[in-house]
């Protein structure tokens, strides 16, 4: 099962391992009129269409049943169909396949009167919120007909007010998350050709799962981060508050002893450093002092997301103020460097995570191995022990692997010239910035493990062994559409997995 936000993703993705869109299209809408005419003998068929890519599915449908023995016609719901891909379908269409607008609902019932199958491709996964004109009307006269209702991919306004009442619904790839017998009739799974390294590796589709910042929103609607560490270690908290920011949140905070505050306040002017109270020598070690001013800032600044570790260092003492952190943190949190550590500790008191959905822990193989050890796990067991822990596991390495107690998938970009220090901390300070903004922890890890070693390739490319992580934060950046990515990747050759 996948959600609707994985469909554009896979679609981008398949794109990038060399299976355009066009074919995808063709392949579902010629899969939707199979179905049809393996049920039913040759007969008057109504496809309503939609302005988008559903809607060029059914038309492609509606080329392919007007070949064989159906008399075929096509209500366009818009007059028109807007993008590229249904634009070129609609040209495709025979000239004896009857074009209608939709004007009204009594119009609309005499062009479905007699007919023997409505098909819905209407909107598909495309609706959000309660459905509208012309729309609402034109699902509540279909769903009346008596003729065989059939969807594309998913019945427009699914588990809304108002849906397309299906009988049958054809759907590409994998059943959709939400689909029931009940709001679907009954589903069939068609194969699309979208490659099986499409789900299995990640890619530029990642970016389609980071949720938009709205367009009127506020200072922090994108987005909260508070990043717990520093003292004895001042580059690794700097480079994760930085990708932070470079991830798309809007305020990112940096909680550092008090000793450490004058060093790092103002590296990074769009960073707001945070000075805890300690009682540690120099004031550089986090401790009990920390605790309370942490929690403070936390629940200041909540909802957020916490990154705990980067340049803490391991004084027993500051593993045990981490320790707290995780116990008492319940919501969004990515745990990395000395972080680690702390974890280990708690993993061997039985302690887990309650939601793999917004926890992630990011291990290199000497971390990985120390947690494995922890909690009595192999290596080759990483979803077990992304269950056992209760969050999602960014393993990193020349194959970084992700995995949570569902799923598994793996990252190819990056290079043997990333093992430079500080890479790590970057891709921590994204993945808390992707949690921060709304994304699961699994979308989130993939996005920040694919943009990272894409940007870095971009960098060794120009600088080789030269490359810094300095280098990396100032060549990354996040387009609003996932095409800046997929370009990015076409050059670099990225596809050739």
């Known amino acids: 099962m996948i959600t609707f936000e994985d469909v554009k993703r896979l679609d981008i993705n398949s794109e990038f391992l060399g299976v355009p869109p066009?074919?995808?299209?063709e392949n579902a809408g010629r899969a939707v009129a199979e179905e049809i005419s393996s049920r039913c003998e040759g007969d008057r068929v109504v496809v309503l269409v939609g302005p988008g890519n559903n809607g060029g599915d059914g038309l492609v449908a509606a080329r392919y049943l007007s070949e064989g023995e159906f008399h075929t016609e096509v209500v366009l719901a818009r007059g028109e169909v807007k993008t590229p891909l249904s634009k070129a379908n609609l040209t495709r269409l025979p000239p004896h396949v009857k074009r209608h607008t939709y004007t009204s609902p009594e119009e609309l019932e005499k062009v479905l009167e007699g007919s023997s199958v409505v098909v819905d491709a209407l909107l598909g996964v495309g609706i959000r919120g309660?459905?509208?004109?012309?729309?609402?009307?034109?699902?509540?006269?279909?769903s009346r007909s008596e003729a065989l209702k059939v969807a594309v991919d998913v019945p427009t306004g699914m588990g809304k007010k108002v849906q397309f009442k299906a009988d049958l619904t054809v759907t590409f790839h994998d059943v959709k998350e939400g689909m029931t017998p009940s709001l679907c009739g009954e589903i069939v799974v068609k194969d699309i050709g979208i490659p099986p390294e499409a789900e299995i590796y990640t890619g530029p589709g990642e970016l389609a799962l980071l949720p938009p910042t709205p367009k009127e929103g506020h200072k922090g609607d994108g987005g909260v981060v508070l990043v717990v560490g520093g003292g004895p270690y001042t580059g690794a908290p700097v480079f994760s508050s930085t990708a932070a920011l470079k991830g798309g949140a809007d305020l990112v905070f940096l909680a550092v002893p008090e000793g450490a505050h004058s060093l790092l306040a103002g590296r990074v002017p769009e960073v707001i450093t945070i000075p805890l109270p300690t009682l540690s020598p120099g004031g550089l070690h986090l401790d009990?002092?920390?605790?309370?001013?942490?929690?403070?800032?936390?629940?200041r600044h909540s909802p957020g997301?916490?990154?705990?570790?980067?340049?803490?260092?391991?004084?027993?003492?500051?593993?045990?103020?981490?320790k707290r952190v995780m116990e008492w943190w319940d919501g969004a949190l990515t745990v990395d460097a000395d972080g680690i550590s702390a974890l280990c500790e708690l993993a061997t008191e039985g302690f887990s995570f309650s939601?793999?959905?917004?926890?992630?822990?990011t291990p290199h193989r000497g971390e990985y191995a120390r947690l494995t050890r922890a909690v009595g796990l192999e290596e080759a067991e990483v979803r077990r022990i992304s269950e056992r822990l209760g969050a999602t596991l960014l393993l990193k390495g020349p194959r970084d692997v992700i995995a949570s107690p569902e799923r598994m998938r793996y990252n190819l970009t990056g290079n043997?010239?990333?093992?430079?220090?500080?890479?790590g901390d970057i891709l921590s300070g994204l993945v808390v910035a992707f949690l921060s903004r709304g994304m699961r922890a699994f979308d989130a890890c993939s996005l920040a493990a694919f943009s990272i070693g894409l940007f870095g390739d971009e960098v060794f490319s120009k600088k080789g062994y030269s490359l810094l992580p300095t280098d990396i934060l100032e060549a990354y950046f996040l387009p609003e559409d996932p095409r800046g990515l997929f370009e990015l990747s076409v050059r670099l050759e990225r596809g050739r997995w």
Do not use: H
């Open 22 to 25: 066009e074919t995808l299209m």
């Open 130 to 142: 309660e459905m509208r004109e012309p729309y609402k009307s034109i699902v509540e006269v279909a």
């Open 288 to 299: 009990m002092a920390s605790l309370s001013a942490i929690k403070r800032a936390a629940e």
């Open 305 to 322: 997301a916490i990154l705990v570790g980067p340049g803490a260092g391991r004084e027993p003492v500051t593993l045990e103020v981490m």
């Open 355 to 361: 939601s793999p959905e917004r926890v992630v822990i």
């Open 416 to 423: 043997q010239g990333m093992t430079v220090g500080g890479t």
